[in-house]
Each structure stands twice: as structure tokens, then as C-alpha cells.
């Protein structure tokens, strides 16, 4: 039984892929700010996501889409300083992905202001030709499929995705082209644990899921979900490692080793 313990080297895209191949999880984080991003990096947290959810947890928006890429910078320099050993990755805001050129400039500059080793970008078939630009230009991508709150109107509303048989097909058929445009990671957002799972060992790349099962390569929580405050109703794939832990540098840890031991997710956080 695995139990969580600080990182001994610095996390890397190869690292993870290696991970991987073991069939070793790997655990994931968003984080907003320095001082918790120090706690999940002593915590022995792998990836540590700079989310576009910060517009709806610290800034009070109703969903992510007044986040720009200047707020997505400042909260990246502060958690790039909290970080030592973890992976940074950090998201591609709503509006900042408009063209081919504005995605790579924007991308460029999330890189160097940060220090991001990956950056997330929502959009499944629509966004290809900018995953083959970015990694083109050497910036590793993670692409965000499944469930993508920056549609939240298109989609009208937060919603389970890939349920039925079309609609699952052509998550299989995304995914596979996303990985063939050179994307490095893939995120799934609430989409069934059967589909989930197809997805995951159909590609070579680390898929990450929330709300996709317990078989993704790796986990990925909002820390306010994972510490129990979330201002609303938590979604229902998420747990409050608070109750069972009486800090919160061990209620992380227990997150860590929950994904590591593969007992979290449970049955009850996943969707079928
Ligand atoms: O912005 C975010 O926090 C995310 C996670 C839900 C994966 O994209």
C-alpha cells in the first residue's frame, strides 16, 4: 500500500508517461496560490493545475468565462513559486484560443510568465489544428475533453457527456486525433467510467479524468471541492477529504494516497 510522501525528483512529461506504462496513478490538484501550491508540492501531489475554475471559486463568477489571461498569469507566477518538484500546468482561458496565431501567443506568453510545462486547453475536434500549432512550437498540451464548462451555454448546462453511443464514438474518434496532433496529456470531465476507461487504454498518452472513473491514469480535484468549501453543492464526483482528516496538509495527502491506492474515486463518485 502506497502512502503519500514529498516527491524526490522534479515531475516531467516523460514521468508521467512512465507512470503510465507501470499502471501507476498519479494525482492531480488545482491550486490557485502560493501557499497551497507548497502544501501539494510537499504532499507529494504530481501535477498541479492552474484552472480556469479560479473565475468561479476565488474571483465568485458564476462560471469560468470572465477569466483572462492576465488573471491566469498572476496566479500562475504564485503558484509557480510554491512549486519545486510538482508539474505545473496552467489553463488557456475562454477567448484566449481564437485563432491559430493568438493561441500561440497567448500559450508563448502563459509559458514564460509562468513557467508552465503544460498548458490545458478546452475543445475537443474544434481545437486540433491548435493542438498540432502549440506542439508544433514545442509547448506541451493537455486537451480537456468530455464535460467543458467554457461551453457552458452551447452545452446548456454542466452536464455528463458521451452517454449515448454516438456521442461516445465520437469521444474515441477526438481523442485519438487529439493524440495524433501531438497533444501530451488528455483531461476528461465527467464522462462515464466505461467510456473513460476505453479512452484510457486506447491512447499512449497519460489521460487525467474527473468525473471519469477510477481507471484514468490520473485524478484531478478543485481544492476547494477536496477541503469542503465549495460556496454551492459540490458535484457529486468530488470528495471532502476534510472529514476524515483534521488539517489540511493531511486531508491532501490522504487525497494523494487515495489516487494512489486507487480508492478514490469510489463507485459513488463515478458516472455510468
Ligand atoms: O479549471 C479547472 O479547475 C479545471 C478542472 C476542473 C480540471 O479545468
Redesign the pocket.
Known sequence: MYVSKPLDKKITLPYLRKLKKQGEKFACL?AYDYSFARLMDKSGVEVV?V???LGMVIQGHET?LPVTVEHIEYHGQAVSRGLEKSLLMV?MPFGSLNSQQQALDNASQIVKKTGAQVV?LEGGITQIKTVETLSKYNIPVCA?VGLQPQSVHKMGGYRVQGRDHDSAIEMKDTALQIQEAGADLL?L?CVPEALATEITQLLQIPVIG?GAGANCDGQ?L?LQDLIGITPDRPPSFSKNFMLENDSIETAISAYVTAVKNKTFPAASHCFS
Open positions: 488545482t493545475l484552472g480556469d475554475s469560468t489553463d490545458k480537456h483531461l470531465e474527473i484531478i478543485v
